[in-house]
Nanobody, 120 residues
């Protein structure tokens, strides 16, 4: 089994910064693609950022220039540095990990999410 745990959320004022972490553990052979999503109340889940195993990144237009995704392959951890936060960034942030398990199965795994609230 593979477990995914997000952390780093919290309450921050507009213009502030947070760094989210997504740590994968368990029966992992190799992690491929990792994506950060967010979901605000009453809204559809939105893809925020993604990073491939080769380090290629992709961002939603709404966060380009403000958010940076990075990964530490040795720790099976991905980070989302969020700067210049806006109230509209308020949401539960969820990490989605595509990984090969040690039993040669490729599938995706979700964490429980971490709440980010941007408010004065």
């Amino acid at each position: 089994q593979v477990q995914v745990v997000e952390s780093g959320g919290g309450l921050v004022q507009p213009g502030g910064s947070l760094r989210l972490s997504c740590a994968a553990s368990g029966s992992i052979y190799r992690i491929n693609l990792i994506r950060w999503y967010r979901q605000a109340p009453g809204e559809q889940r939105e893809l925020v950022a993604a990073v491939t195993s080769d380090g290629i990144t992709n961002y939603a237009d709404s966060v380009k220039g403000r958010f940076t995704i990075s990964r530490d392959n040795a720790k099976n951890t991905v980070y989302l540095q969020m700067n210049s936060l806006k109230p509209e960034d308020t949401a539960v942030y969820l990490c989605n990990v595509w990984a090969w398990s040690t039993s040669s199965t490729l599938r995706d795994y979700w964490g429980q999410g971490t709440q980010v609230t941007v408010s004065s």
